[in-house]
């Protein structure tokens, strides 16, 4: 089976992939950029471990919306 690698963007932390699985949970981002920004026709990719994300997101004046998922079984 191939290994696949994740690096974070940030911290360049590599995130292996086994089988298909990640080893370690990350933040993926895939933003296509449209008109009326300066990047239209670009697609813009990245990834971060979860540290740096929790690094970003303490940056914020607003804090991130958090939603709970209540299991259902
Ligand atoms: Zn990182």
């Keep these: 089976m191939a290994v696949e690698k994740i690096f974070c963007n ?3 932390q590599e995130i292996e992939i086994k089988d298909g699985i990640l ?3 990350l933040f993926e981002v895939t933003k ?3 008109f ?3 990047k239209d026709l670009e697609i813009h ?3 971060m471990c979860e540290a ?3 690094k970003l ?3 914020f004046k607003i804090p991130v919306q958090i939603i709970r998922k209540t299991e259902i079984l």
């Design 36 to 38: 009326f920004s300066n």
């Design 52 to 54: 740096c994300y929790d």
């Design 45 to 47: 990719k990245f990834a």
């Design 32 to 34: 296509e950029w449209g």
């Design 23 to 25: 080893k370690k949970d």
């Design 10 to 12: 940030v911290c360049g």
């Design 57 to 59: 997101i303490e940056s």
